[in-house]
């Protein structure tokens, strides 16, 4: 969605900045989230109470074999990868440096590290033929693979598809302020995602509402969190997202429930977006 938002505005978001964002909304949407399971909803968390201090000993003195101690340096590695260019002077060579890997660079290279490095019994650490076949989702590769030359085609003159709806959005979308335009789109957006699958929404209408909202005088980067935070909450029917599928196919839940706790995770999502998220943004960007 960044990589969509970057193409369509030739905008950026300075990264230290968005992860504060991230870490605020985030955290605070756990913590609203638990507070309405205990207050409004009351669940039933008794069973809990029925746990004993026998449950799990038979793991705890148990050691971090070297594989799980490889797999946590990797892992605080790619952290500090993504971390020190935000932290450090952007006039270090070492920083320019770091920053030029990315999310994709710093992947490839510790992945390639995994690779090589060899287990005690002369196994890769990192078996990449069996992480393609069953660590990676290939339907949501396939779906964006998919819907990508779809968004191209929106957004090509030759079509004049984007003439034709900024046409039609123009004339009602300009007569609004920017702050009521970004609480419009997110709430549509959020409403609508619930029946059209997340990521083509994401696709086809970022590239077009950020920049809009940039020539309304908006912040293009607010807009992109709210409208991105909407998409998020996609859980209501099965069509919503991959995430909504997993759900109203997981054993543990019926129907019902699941159409409630999608409902739920809407209106919480879009209250914390618009409440706490857009002047949050304002602020950051």
Request: one cysteine or more; aromatic letters at 10%.
């Amino acid at each position: 969605m960044l990589g969509i938002f970057s193409k369509g505005t030739n905008l950026a978001f300075p990264d230290l900045q968005y992860l504060i964002w991230q870490l605020i909304i985030v955290n605070l949407y756990i913590v609203i989230l638990l507070l309405v399971a205990k207050f409004i909803l009351r669940l039933d968390v008794s069973v809990l109470a029925q746990l004993t201090n026998d449950l799990g000993k038979e793991h705890r003195d148990e050691k971090m074999n070297s594989e799980q101690i490889f797999g946590l340096i990797m892992l605080l590695a790619y952290i500090v990868m993504m971390l020190l260019p935000m932290l450090l002077p952007k006039t270090w060579a070492f920083t320019q440096f770091l920053s030029k890997f990315g999310i994709l660079g710093s992947l490839g290279v510790l992945i390639s590290i995994a690779m090589a490095k060899r287990t005690p019994e002369g196994e890769p650490y990192v078996n990449f033929a069996k992480v393609a076949a069953k660590g990676i989702s290939w339907d949501v590769i396939w779906l964006i693979v998919a819907t990508t030359p779809l968004a191209a085609a929106f957004q090509a003159e030759e079509c004049g598809i984007m003439t034709t709806l900024m046409g039609f959005l123009t004339p009602i979308l300009t007569n609004m302020s920017p702050a009521i335009f970004i609480i419009a789109c997110t709430i549509i957006l959020g409403i609508t995602t619930q029946f059209v699958h997340n990521l083509i929404l994401g696709i086809v209408f970022i590239p077009i509402l950020c920049p809009l909202c940039a020539t309304l005088g908006g912040n293009p980067y607010a807009c992109y969190l709210a409208i991105n935070m909407a998409l998020m909450m996609a859980f209501i029917t099965p069509a919503a997202s991959m995430n909504a599928g997993l759900i109203f196919g997981h054993p543990w839940l019926n129907a019902k429930t699941a159409y409630v706790q999608g409902t739920m995770h809407l209106v919480i999502g879009l209250s914390i977006a618009l409440i706490i998220g857009l002047p949050l943004a304002n602020i950051l960007f």
